[in-house]
């Protein structure tokens, strides 16, 4: 009896690790095609992908197509680009939208429910619905920067980021987890003097780790694959993102292997990034214990 | 130099009245426990006081201020909370500090009153911990030890101890009463617990459904309860309660009987009563005394139950009426299961209610 329960136990185990073994091909092996593929000429490339060598580093293999796609386009300062897009994106929107939810979360005013219900149903509304009018509004708006009073917001950093700074999916993450802080921490704090903004400061800002972690993570991943905005609104190659960098390898003949090979150098550091994030994001859960 | 007044306190929610005009003065240093049944407004009461819930309307003073649209950081109180509430993020030191971090304090003199704090709650070896290190008991000296070292004038307490074991509670019990006696501070407590309400406070206020039942001593209210309510909140085990018929109304004097009851002249200090009316008998279990002969009580039925505990007898008695009382005697005693007992009880140690 026992030793056919555990044979049993065993073979269970085993299906599970197959399951999860299969999924994680599944996800892996776009990765590995891509890593292996910008090693590889254009050539090979291509007739590889017939069999299970479009996965292996065999034939040819070389770095050319990373120097050739340095020569095509000016990587760096579209990876500059967007991680200055996106890295101010970031930072702001954590400040923002939690600053927004601690309001409609801790404070009482009048039309708070209101307000609230109005920012959750943009929530359904896609980008694409409003992304013309929100360019006509872009092109007219004024800034003042170090040349002045301009008009337009066209072809800058600015444009890029502020109309992704406050976003309804970033502002009900954390009127979620503020939601469940436990009440009476505030009304501790509350009575020993603190002011709204030190409660913001000192008490729920320190125990949100978890959703700051989230939040950062979400936004970081539109913003670092924002695509169709900036090719509305910048023409210049000064403020292009990387994403619109891909354009530069699609003209005339495509050439795949160096399109692998930017495409390599724009994820591959992402995805280490993301890795060690993770980490950290599961530590600071652990550390607070707030959630119970 | 911190008295505090109600006065005529309301607060509803929406159409949900719930606390229903309510004036309660607590004299500069006294020491005041509300009690009252879950659900009573005991807490929202606190939470007014404290400023953390709107006042619908009346008028709140600290002092010599209204207060009723101050924030709670400029009312001086200082508050402890059921679940402790202790910054999880901070050490116990930076929370026993909270206050005069905020009040933006220097470094000695926190150092200095985090130190005197600690040493009056005895925790000086616990000030480096993190929150998640302590035990209850000690969370809650250290929620104790958040709301002295500002010196507030006024302390309010919500059930602090109702989530610490029988032994603990006894414990950290005494040392609020000696904190109260250190510091005399004023204090308001809210429990459920009749042994903190009895030896803590100056003076108790009952409350049921949002209004006030009585304020007084913890000895008044044992003594001379206003009401049925009241005397059966309070004292342990509680009250029993019996039906009976106005037989006789001579002035005051008040003559009941009922089918189990032989009749017995009572001097009623509150309520009105006709002859041929009903009223309720209130008699503590410790005022009825358990008869030998079975002729001499004025209470008759059958034993039900009999609990020894050693130093003290529980015997629960049931009425030809087929109501049970409660005997509670001071000394080991033995009564056969359904044998016919009678009780006996001075008539000037009992309590009439009115219907
Ligand atoms: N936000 C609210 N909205 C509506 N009713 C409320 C709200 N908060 C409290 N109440 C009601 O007010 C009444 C008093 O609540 P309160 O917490 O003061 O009771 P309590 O005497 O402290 O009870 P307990 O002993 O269980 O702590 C309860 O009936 C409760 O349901
Ligand atoms: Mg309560």
Redo the contacts with the bound molecule.
Sequence with gaps: MAAISADNHGLRLWTRYAVLVLIAIIFVFPLVFMVMSSLKPDQQLLSDTASLRAFLPVGDISFHNYTAAFERAPVGLFVMNSVIVTGITVLFSLLICSAAAFAFVFLNWKGRDLVLTLILATLIVPFETYAIPLLLIASKLPWIGFDGLTWGWLNSYRVQIIPFIADGLTIFLFVQYFKDLPGELIEAARVEGASWYQVYAKIVMPLAGPVLATAAILKFLVMYNQYLWPLMVVQEEGYRPVMVGLQYFFQLNVAWGEVMAYLSLITLPVLAFYLYLQKAFIASIASTGVKG | MAGITLNDIRKS??Q?H??KGVDITVEDGEFVVFV????????????MIAGLEDITSGTLTIGDRTVNDLPPKDRGVAMVF?SYAIFPHMTVRENVAFGLTIAGASKEEKEAKVAEAARILQMEHLLDRRPSQLSGGQRQRVAIGRAIVRKPAVFLF??PLSNLDAALRMDMRMEIGKLHKTLGATMIY?T?DQVEAMTLADKIVV?KD?MVQQIGAPMDLYHNPANAFVAGFIGSPSMNFLDVDVKAVNGNRITVANPSLDPVEITARHGSYTAGGKARLGIRPQYLTPETDRRSGQLHGKVALTERLGAETVVEVTLATGKSVIAALTRDAVYPLGSEISLSFNPTEVHLFSE
């Design positions: 929610y929406g949900v719930v606390i009252g049944p879950s659900g009573c407004g005991k807490s929202t009461l606190l939470r059921q919500d059930e809210v459920h409350l949002g």
